[in-house]
């Protein structure tokens, strides 16, 4: 069994729903993240609502591609596991590429089949395999070598949160290289989440 997310029209950039884009729900203490690498302000990509709390995923666009922000734990994305469930709008930095060109609701989905890929290749042709925006845990789907992080906190293998395709219109999407999946995974033992992308 796998769960797809699709792709379920927009929704409030401030909603606490699984969406990609709008505006994060962060703690009062909330810090913006910034690149390691060129110090600008991160670009929000993904709020995932899951039992231990919400994983809220940024990674950098102010330099595509110079900044390592396929890479976990680099420092050119962040992932968060915020557990304390009283969250609130974070305050959006003036400059940079800060936020996604759209707010895209992701609906969840059982389906009976065995892996991601299997899945998308059963429609392809009939439309229906764009709609799908990525799985909700489960086994992540590799295009390239397995990179399961390890947890920094713990050292195991971290749990796959969610798995995202780019997204439904291309001049809205998140930029995973072009045709990349983006993986998110986390550790409820630790309170740590981790974000990286293949092509
Ligand atoms: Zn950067
Ligand atoms: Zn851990």
Request: glycine share 12%; net charge negative.
């Amino acid at each position: 069994m796998v769960t797809l997310m699709f792709y379920d029209g927009t929704v409030d950039a401030e909603s606490d729903v699984l969406r990609t884009g709008g505006v994060p729900l962060a703690p009062a203490d909330f810090q913006w993240p910034t690149c390691a690498e060129c110090e600008g302000a991160l670009q929000f990509i993904a709020h995932l609502p899951i039992e231990a709390g919400v994983v809220s995923v940024f990674m950098c666009q102010n330099d595509p591609g110079l900044c390592d922000e396929w890479e976990a734990f680099k420092g050119g994305n962040q992932a968060y596991l915020f557990t304390d469930r009283n969250l609130a709008p974070a305050t959006v930095p003036n400059e940079g590429m800060t936020q996604l060109g759209a707010v895209s609701r992701l609906r969840p989905e059982a389906i009976d089949v065995d892996e991601y890929f299997e899945a998308l290749s059963a429609w392809e042709g009939t439309g229906r395999e764009r709609t799908v925006l990525g799985q909700l845990g489960g086994k992540p789907a590799w295009i390239q070598a397995d990179q399961t992080p390890s947890c920094p906190g713990c050292g195991t293998a971290m749990t796959l949160t969610a798995q995202l395709e780019e997204g439904y219109e291309d001049d809205t999407s998140g930029n995973f290289g072009g045709g990349g999946l983006a993986y998110i995974f986390h550790c409820v033992d630790c309170v740590k989440a981790a974000f990286l992308w293949q092509q």
